[in-house]
């Protein structure tokens, strides 16, 4: 008798605690965070998300939702339609192509929902801040360390990133920029490569067919680089052609080991900007000032400095 009344109590209390301790747990988790991200399976975009995952566990108030893409325009416009149905917070997102997912970024905004554009642009001015680096200046960089090596005179294949995405269409005009006033320098060729290794190999078994002569491979990130370098090596071309790459991704996949491999000449860091946007999503909700654009600083990563960023 006596030892079933103190069961029940227990019992009891043990039933009370847990609906007190869900209860709590649902009232920490104030302001939901839609992270719609173009594409996962890259490892460029794998960094971005962890960091960011990382990120949001220094604040028990915000849950974070992050969909896959999967490198589809409108496979990405129905992940945010999905996110505003969950009746987000905020939203930030890392659009796969400018003007097919401008419309629903806008719709966002419009709704009172506070945006973050990360790494690419739409083509509006309709959210609340842009973070990334200047795709511009790093292609500018690009192509002045291209111009240098090769002593102002040579022949350069040029591997794109998707070419609807703004940072492909920013490091080719940076690019050139950087070539500007060496008329012995010729882009002989060049391709969109969908920001991906496999094709940046296709292309350059093409180019390598076409022309006995190249002197420098640009991609647009490093993956591609790679695959170019691969396909170089596969025709034994490899010693005859600097590549350049971007992204500066750490780890033993990533572009700063291939520099220091020698694969690559040189990569220029475009860091994902994955935590800033965690912090300024915290900002934004606590009805704090963030700026308009945040700038991510580069910087150019070769033989002279690429075991400080392995
Ligand atoms: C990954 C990626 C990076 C590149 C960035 C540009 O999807 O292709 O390699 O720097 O996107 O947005």
Not at 197 to 226: C, T, W
Request: charged share 25%.
């Amino acid at each position: 008798m006596k030892i079933n009344s103190i069961l029940k109590s227990i019992s009891f209390f043990l039933a009370v605690f847990l609906i007190l301790s869900c209860g709590d747990k649902e009232e920490v988790k104030k302001y939901v965070i839609g992270f719609s991200q173009c594409n996962s399976a890259e490892p460029w975009r794998e960094a971005m998300n962890k960091e960011m995952m990382k990120e949001a566990e220094n604040y028990p108030e915000i849950e974070l939702l992050i969909s896959d893409g999967n490198q589809d325009n409108s496979k990405q416009v129905a992940d945010i339609e999905n996110f505003l149905v969950r009746e987000i917070d905020l939203l930030i997102v890392s659009p796969n192509e400018a003007q097919p997912l401008t419309a629903i970024v806008e719709k966002v905004y419009n709704q009172g929902i506070a945006v973050i554009v990360l790494d690419r642009k739409i083509l509006s001015e309709k959210y609340t801040t842009f973070i990334g680096a200047d795709n511009v200046i790093i292609g500018e960089a690009a192509g002045k360390y291209a111009a240098e090596l090769l002593n102002g005179k040579g022949k350069i294949i040029e591997i794109w990133g998707l070419k609807g995405s703004t940072p492909a269409q920013e490091r080719h005009d940076g690019f050139i920029k950087g070539l500007a006033g060496n008329p012995g320098i010729e882009i002989i060729y060049e391709q969109d490569g969908a920001w991906l290794r496999r094709k940046g190999r296709e292309i350059m078994e093409n180019a390598l067919q076409r022309f006995s002569n190249i002197d420098l491979v640009y991609a647009h990130n490093d993956p591609m680089a790679m695959g170019a370098y691969l396909a170089a090596q596969n025709a034994g071309r490899e010693n005859e052609i600097y590549f350049l790459g971007i992204d500066a991704l750490p780890g033993a996949e990533g572009g700063v080991q291939a520099v220091v491999n020698n694969q690559l000449e040189a990569t220029f860091l475009y860091p994902t900007g994955g935590s800033l946007a965690i912090k300024t999503a915290v900002k934004i909700l606590n009805n704090q000032e963030t700026e308009k654009n945040i700038t991510l600083e580069t910087e150019t990563i070769d033989s002279s400095n690429a075991e400080k960023y392995l």
